[in-house]
């Protein structure tokens, strides 16, 4: 066995200039009101969650980083609320029949009713601590909210185009439902059978044959896979009267939010990044590996498993207040928001350790912009 790996470091934390820092300086919350497009009207912050274990650090920031912003847009007098939408008719479980990839749900296996009870003791925390408003809204409502049948139908239409973008390896749009009798769901959509007018798709379970469901009158019953969802997200936003913001982990940066739902809109989404939580190697922070027990044994073992899930942190009796003030910093001292952060780095916040204000990158005059 390898001795012991050294891990250099100052406990000087460097803000090096570059990308969302370079232009927001200070006064992030002033500059998101800039943008929204409906200014005398409710602002929305948009969180979703696939709920399939307990919160890890990762997600205590997100949620955080939307309550934080929400109350810094309220003191600036905005009408503003929390939405988080928490996927419970996700992957639960899955399985191979004749060559179909099939799924249940996390809330048809159960598993979304096991964690629910945290999230909503994490969210009536963040509530009670910034004064904002909050809602905890499953799938089914919010696809039973107007203009949602409109919405699907504008998918099934376009469904071979945006096949080509969200579904290249299928080249079927994930659009699915589950069995009345048993909740499987063809994962990939590969046996829908769509009406002229897309008012209908058919679909079939392996053991108790085809079913349909109306856009119209049954909207809450269809299923999306994650691209597909934040899409309908998207297409439905654009069409309200009040300003949305979403808010996600910095990992749905770039090329997913680009290539998989910028160039479907018509109206520009505003969207929130929380920084990158990562392990020693820069690897995000896992649910799924965590779950599946192939990582972080190194960290179950070094007694720091309360970062990987909010149930152990609680048992541990660790100060969320120290994450709290962290996420605060980084909205009121934006050149801590467009960055990165270790697991190593928010361990040794909770054990109180000093992090020093490192070297934070200037530069004699503004950047150029032509």
């Not at 479980?93 to 990839?101: A, C, L, S, V, Y």
């Not at 990992?251 to 989404?269: M, N, T, V």
């Not at 709290?324 to 050149?335: C, G, I, Q, R, S």
């Amino acid at each position: 066995m390898p001795g012991p790996i050294p891990i250099a470091y100052d406990l000087s934390s460097h803000h090096a200039l570059g990308g969302g820092s370079y232009v927001f300086k200070s006064n992030y919350p002033e500059y998101l009101k800039m943008l929204l497009p409906y200014p005398t009207s409710a602002t929305e912050f948009n969180i979703i969650i696939q709920p399939n274990c307990s919160p890890n650090v990762g997600t205590l920031c997100t949620l955080c980083l939307a309550f934080v912003i929400a109350r810094r847009m309220a003191d600036q007098g905005l009408d503003v609320s929390v939405t988080c939408d928490l996927w419970d008719r996700a992957k639960g479980e899955q399985t191979k029949i004749d060559g179909i990839i099939y799924q249940k749900s996390l809330h048809d296996t159960g598993k979304f009713q096991e964690h629910l009870p945290q999230y909503q003791t994490l969210l009536e925390e963040l509530a009670k601590r910034y004064g904002v408003k909050y809602k905890v809204r499953l799938e089914a409502e919010f696809l039973r909210m107007d203009g949602i049948p409109q919405v699907l139908q504008k998918v099934i239409r376009d469904r071979e185009f945006l096949a080509k973008y969200l579904a290249p390896s299928t080249g079927c749009l994930a659009i699915r439902a589950s069995c009345p009798d048993c909740g499987l769901v063809d994962k990939h959509g590969i046996k829908n059978v769509y009406s002229l007018n897309a008012s209908e798709v058919s679909f079939e379970c392996p053991f108790h044959g085809r079913f349909s469901c109306s856009t119209v009158q049954e909207p809450h019953r269809f299923l999306f896979n994650c691209q597909l969802f934040n899409l309908i997200l998207g297409y439905f936003y654009e069409n309200v009267l009040y300003n949305w913001i979403e808010v996600c982990g910095s990992d749905y940066a770039g090329f997913w939010q680009e290539q998989l739902l910028w160039r479907f809109l018509s109206k520009p989404a505003v969207i929130v990044y929380t920084p990158l939580i990562s392990d020693w190697s820069g690897s995000k922070l896992s649910k799924s590996l965590y779950l599946q027990k192939t990582a972080y044994d190194y960290l179950v073992k070094a007694k720091q498993e309360y970062l990987l899930s909010y149930e152990v942190l609680r048992r541990q009796k660790k100060d969320l207040t120290t994450l709290w003030t962290e996420v605060e910093l980084w909205v009121d001292e934006p050149y801590r928001l467009f960055r990165g952060y270790t697991l190593h780095y928010l361990h040794l916040l909770f054990e109180r350790e000093e992090i020093l204000l490192g070297v934070i990158h200037t530069q004699p005059s503004e950047p150029e912009t032509e």
